[in-house]
């Protein structure tokens, strides 16, 4: 149906950054929101950045300056550019994306497989 497939997560020295990408594929006629969320162990899965279609963000407090969600429609991609990143910054990253598909007039949530990020001091 839908699939979204993380990428560019890995092992960085705190101070350091990486670029997460999402892409979405199968049958999508649109997307209304696209986002990132992140889940620590032992901790539940938080909403770090969103983005909705008419390009208006949103960030979690903790995240405000150091990351930058932005999204290519016509590629049915979200990134999330992480700057400046700590610690407690590790946590396996999910993508999530708010879609229509193709015979619905409803839209429905979808989820990545997660993509992991580690930040060592």
């Known amino acids: 149906q839908v699939q979204l497939v993380e990428s560019g997560g890995g092992s960085v020295q705190a101070g350091g950054s990486l670029r997460l990408s999402c892409v979405a594929s199968g049958r999508i006629l649109s997307i209304n929101t696209m986002g990132w969320y992140r889940q620590a162990p032992g901790k539940q899965r938080e909403l770090v950045a969103g983005?909705?279609?008419?390009?208006?963000?949103n960030y979690a407090d903790s995240v405000k300056g150091r990351f930058t969600i932005s999204w290519d429609n016509a590629k049915k991609a979200v990134y999330l550019q992480m700057n400046s990143l700590k610690p407690e910054d590790t946590a396996v990253y999910f993508c999530?994306?708010?879609?229509?598909?193709?015979?619905?007039?409803?839209?429905?949530?979808?989820w990545g497989q997660g993509t992991q990020v580690t930040v060592s001091s």
């Open positions: 983005i909705s279609s008419g390009g208006s963000t």
């Open positions: 999530e994306a708010d879609v229509r598909v193709t015979g619905s007039i409803a839209f429905g949530r979808y």
